[in-house]
């Protein structure tokens, strides 16, 4: 029997809910009537708005301009007309501008033949460039602008070039559906970057609950004649995070508060390519993505293709609401996703997907003292004792919290996941963080 391939230490096996959606081709979704676009959808600074209320736009027009390489270019979704510009709130508790626009005229791209871009004799620095100017970030969530990823200082060799393909969060099936309907713009985006960064090696890793997957981007890569190498990964949650995906495929471990390039190695996700490939050949902005819609409670769970600045309450409209009142929406992964307290709350570029719970999903609340059962500790994929960090932050002890590890912390859930005692870890990690930033500020 063949070894098979994961990370070292930690992780657990949540029940997946794939089959809701998995099997669920992707479809458009309805174009919004109103889309509100925030111009915080990346990690670093906000882009900053260059269009004002009453102005015309057109699909794909830039509207919000990157501040600098950490953030990110923003372009209207919709034809229309900018109705309101405001401030709003995203599910992370960010507050971000928003551009609203209000649909109306013609659309310059969709439903139209888009000529091909023969991007092979382009250079590397031209090809960044393009992905700066259609807003591309990581699709996976993190939303690291990508031209900043892939800007590999002089004389600095990336040895592997990752892609994740995990999809490990329960109910998320839209990278899934991504390999298996558009696997060839996937590899067309790979290329892509292949050129801007010239890694030695090409790695894609699938979990193996994705077999056909797997199936159909091996047999594509043979047919394209490429030397990228699948691999095949043992089920287990947090293997999407990048630093658990370096140990599983490439066995080597990102130092404490450094990056995957400190390794030798650019972690991008699957999502990205398809969003690089459309960005550099069909010369497209990032104006939407695939997003799950699914949970128990959700009549008709799919994949949709949507438009960004689109609210949530029509995507779930679209799949045929609720078959009951939710107890929780999420936007993102029911482990390391965000409760939304508002379903007009838009479509950005870093949302995975959109899982409704019922009340009897929804974990009880009840907590009792820690029993010291260490379950949390096994689980830690970092090796931290969450059990000992929490006590820390209960006491207001940051700095004592901060030695035992907690920048480290991936707020990835195992912890809270395996606490038979209900402890709020994660929630405990959050505000430890929020607090030892303001102390070290004061
Ligand atoms: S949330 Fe943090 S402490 Fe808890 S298991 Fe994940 S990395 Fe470890
Ligand atoms: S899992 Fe919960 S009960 Fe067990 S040691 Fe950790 S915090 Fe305590």
């Known amino acids: 029997m063949s070894k098979q391939v994961t990370f070292p230490k930690g992780g657990v096996h949540p029940p997946d809910f794939k089959l809701f959606t998995s099997g669920v081709p992707i479809r458009n979704a309805p174009i919004p009537a109103l889309a509100v676009i925030p111009m915080q959808q990346h990690m670093g ?14 699909e794909g027009m830039l509207i919000g301009r990157a501040q600098g390489v950490f953030s990110a270019n ?9 109705k309101e510009i405001r401030e709003i709130y995203l599910p992370a508790g960010i507050r971000s501008e928003a551009v609203s626009i209000e649909l109306q005229g013609e659309f310059d791209r969709s439903g139209k033949d888009e000529p ?13 460039k393009s992905l700066a100017d259609k807003g591309i970030v990581g699709l996976g969530g993190a939303t690291f602008p990508t031209v900043l990823k892939y800007t590999v200082r002089e004389g ?18 839209a990278d899934h559906r991504l390999m298996l309907e558009k696997s060839i713009e996937i590899l067309e985006g790979i290329r892509i970057v292949q050129k801007i960064m010239k890694p030695r090696q090409i790695i894609i890793g699938i979990e193996e609950n994705k077999p056909d997957a797997i199936t159909v981007m091996k047999e594509n890569i043979v047919r394209s ?11 287990k949650y947090p293997q999407g995070d990048e630093k658990q995906l370096l140990k599983a495929v490439i066995g080597r471990e990102v130092p404490s508060g450094g990056l995957p390039l400190d390794i030798g190695a650019v972690v991008s996700n699957v999502g990205t390519m398809q969003a690089i490939y459309e960005a550099v050949v069909l010369d497209k902005p990032l104006i ?9 409670i959700i009549r008709n769970p799919a994949n949709l293709k949507v438009r960004l600045g689109t609210p949530l309450s029509e995507l779930i409209e679209e799949c045929g609401g609720f078959t009951e009142p939710p107890s929780k929406l999420i936007a993102g992964g029911p482990m390391m996703g965000f409760a939304v307290l508002s379903a007009d709350t838009p479509v950005t570029k870093g949302l995975s997907g959109v899982i409704a719970l019922s009340r009897r999903q929804v974990r009880s609340p009840l907590q009792t003292p820690c029993i010291g059962c260490g379950r949390c500790v096994k689980a830690c994929p970092i090796g931290l004792q969450p059990t000992v960090i929490y006590k820390w932050i209960e006491h207001g002890e940051y700095e004592e919290a901060l030695n035992e590890g907690l920048m480290d912390c991936k707020e990835c859930g195992c912890c809270g996941y395996s606490c038979p005692a209900r402890i709020p870890l994660i929630q405990g990690m959050k505000l430890g963080k929020v607090m030892s930033r303001k102390n070290k500020k004061a």
Do not use: M
């Open 288 to 296: 939407e993505r695939v997003v799950t819609v699914s949970g128990s």
């Open 116 to 128: 091909r871009l023969e991007w092979q004799g382009i250079s590397g620095g031209d090809l960044l």
């Open 225 to 235: 004649g490429l030397d990228f190498k699948v691999v095949a990964l043992e089920v």
């Open 156 to 173: 600095a060799q990336v040895e592997y070039f990752v892609v994740n393909g995990v999809e490990c969060e329960p109910f998320l099936t």
């Open 45 to 58: 600074k906000p882009a900053q708005c260059v269009v004002s209320k009453d102005d015309l736009v057109r």
């Open 74 to 82: 923003i372009h209207s979704p919709i034809p229309g007309v900018v």
